[in-house]
């Protein structure tokens, strides 16, 4: 009896009070061992708003390890973007990281020691090989026109977007990453992308999160339906192409060029090393493969995401795309689209905005750990705290965008018709561990899909448009869909 009354009141004092007793602000109460997660939803950013509404701009949850949610605009600025150095560390999924990398390497999980040095590399450079150059936007127009003429000849057969857009995608990130191009139809791309859509969804969700709090369960992988041995098979099949990729750069690398990839710039930062009699340091064999592998997987699945999103949208509001196509015949005409045309594009400007907003590629965005004590909204959070900065609350919020459920581009216009851009929409996050390839991105979404609506009509097959669903999984897309392409003279 007695036993069962010192139970009691311990659960009731984890339940009410431990977020209280480990100073974390308040949150749902989580039950002991499984936390919160009774209340996981793939579509988490909607029970976020309403523990939000209940709990403050700052709350705690348990996935079911103790994680504090920002989900509030003011609060990522004048934290998370303002004040980088203290949220510059990742909460690292340790579990994860050791099955797929066998250790925490790469340019999006590594280790928090080598954050600046390899992110300082990597963003200078992906500058040095182009981002953000005439060069780079030559090579995403040329294949946005491959693309255009293939779907031109498709007269009135059902398409997939995806096919083309992802082997033009999948080409330039690998471009960027080896400096080797492939042709078009490169079984290898397609191949990739299998692998891709094998090995997202098993990284995500319930089971890796209770994973990475509870290690032993690895060995219970049985339990599971033997997912963990899946995603070794599929990482190992992926890292193998990725091997044989760096040794074919390996074999055409001069030391005395410029390197025009990002393995190029690695294997000639080793040469300098061993040239100058220095340690390598962060530079060794398993942070090249493991970033060659962190530029694949976050460059190429993520864009192609969201230019299948923008052809979704268009079937699903013709009158939308009428209007686009309006405002690039008046505007461009004939002529070939350029990256400067966006600033004589409103409308262009203001639908890729709601995508933007609506097309979240992360169900949960990755993971901080304070670097120091710091203060949020009052709470003292210590170091080593894992923070969620869960921008994409924000797009999905009431209380900052009306219905914003609905895809209207015309929200983002003002009276005069101007494009108003939203400092509140941030689909790249923010702070000092934002997306690196946000210039590439934004140019290639901008490039294609100009280059699609300037050249292409898209009709649904039958007369309703498909519905937009989403896939669950470490990463989040719209489910498969076709439609029709016509020629635009
Ligand atoms: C439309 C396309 C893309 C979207 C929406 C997107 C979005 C994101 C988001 C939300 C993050 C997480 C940032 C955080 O931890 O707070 C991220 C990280 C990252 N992205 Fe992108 N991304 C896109 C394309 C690309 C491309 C083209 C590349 C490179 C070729 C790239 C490379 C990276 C890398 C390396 C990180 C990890 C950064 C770090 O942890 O320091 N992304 N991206």
């Not at 949208?313 to 966006?342: A, F, S, T, Y």
Request: proline share 6%; with cysteine; glycine share 6%.
């Amino acid at each position: 009896m007695l036993i069962i009354a010192l139970l009691s009141i311990a659960f009731i004092v984890y339940y009410f009070g431990i977020n209280r007793i480990l100073g974390l602000p308040p949150g749902p109460p989580p039950l002991p061992l499984v936390g919160n997660m009774l209340s996981f939803d793939w579509d988490m950013d909607k029970v976020f708003l309403e523990w939000k509404a209940r709990y403050g701009r700052i709350f705690t949850v348990w996935l079911p390890y103790p994680i504090v949610v920002i989900g509030d605009h003011k609060v990522l600025q004048e934290n998370v973007a303002k004040n980088g150095d203290v949220f510059l560390g990742k909460r690292n999924p340790e579990q994860l990281m050791d099955i797929v990398c066998g250790g925490e390497y790469g340019l999006v999980f590594e280790n928090n020691e080598m954050v600046k040095e390899q992110r300082k590399f990597a963003m200078k450079t992906l500058h040095d090989i182009g981002f953000g150059s005439a060069a780079l936007e030559d090579t995403v127009h040329h294949y946005a026109q491959e693309i255009v003429t293939r779907w031109r000849k498709s007269k009135d057969e059902e398409v997939d977007v995806t096919e083309n857009i992802m082997r033009a995608i999948g080409n330039i990130v690998w471009n960027i990453t080896f400096g080797i191009t492939l042709e078009f139809d490169n079984p290898l791309l397609i191949k990739f992308r299998e692998l891709q859509q094998e090995m997202l969804p098993l990284m995500g969700g319930p089971l890796m999160m209770f994973i990475e709090t509870y290690p032993f369960l690895r060995k219970l992988d049985f339990l599971f339906g033997y997912k963990i041995k899946q995603l070794q098979e599929v990482t190992k099949e992926t890292n193998n192409y990725i091997r044989e990729a760096i040794k074919s750069t390996n074999i055409s690398f001069n030391a005395d060029n410029q390197p025009s990839s990002y393995i190029e710039a690695f294997l000639a930062e080793q040469k300098k090393r061993e040239e100058a009699g220095k340690p390598m340091g962060n530079f060794h064999y398993d942070q090249m493969l493991n970033s060659a592998t962190s530029l694949w997987g976050a460059g190429f699945d993520t864009t192609v995401s969201i230019l299948r999103m923008c052809c979704l949208e268009l079937i699903n509001h013709p009158e939308v795309q009428l209007k686009l196509q309006k405002e690039i015949d008046e505007v461009v005409g004939e002529r070939r689209i350029r990256n400067d045309d966006q600033k004589q594009l409103p409308y262009m400007c203001a639908f890729l905005q709601e995508v933007y907003r609506l097309g979240k590629v992360l169900p949960l965005n990755f993971l901080r750990k304070t670097m120091q004590d710091t203060e949020i909204e009052g709470y003292t959070i210590s170091s080593g705290t894992t923070v969620l900065p869960q921008f994409s609350m924000v797009h999905a919020d009431a209380n900052e965008f009306e219905r914003p459920d609905y895809f209207c581009p015309e929200r983002h216009l003002n009276e005069d018709g101007a494009f108003v851009k939203d400092p509140r929409i941030t689909p790249f996050s923010v702070g000092r561990r934002a997306c690196l390839g946000e210039t590439l991105a934004r140019m290639e979404v901008f490039v294609m899909f100009a280059t699609f609506v300037q050249n292409c009509n898209f009709t649904p097959v039958g007369k309703v448009p498909p519905s937009i669903g989403y896939t669950t999984g470490f990463s989040r897309a719209v489910t498969d869909f076709v439609l029709k392409i016509q020629p635009r003279n």
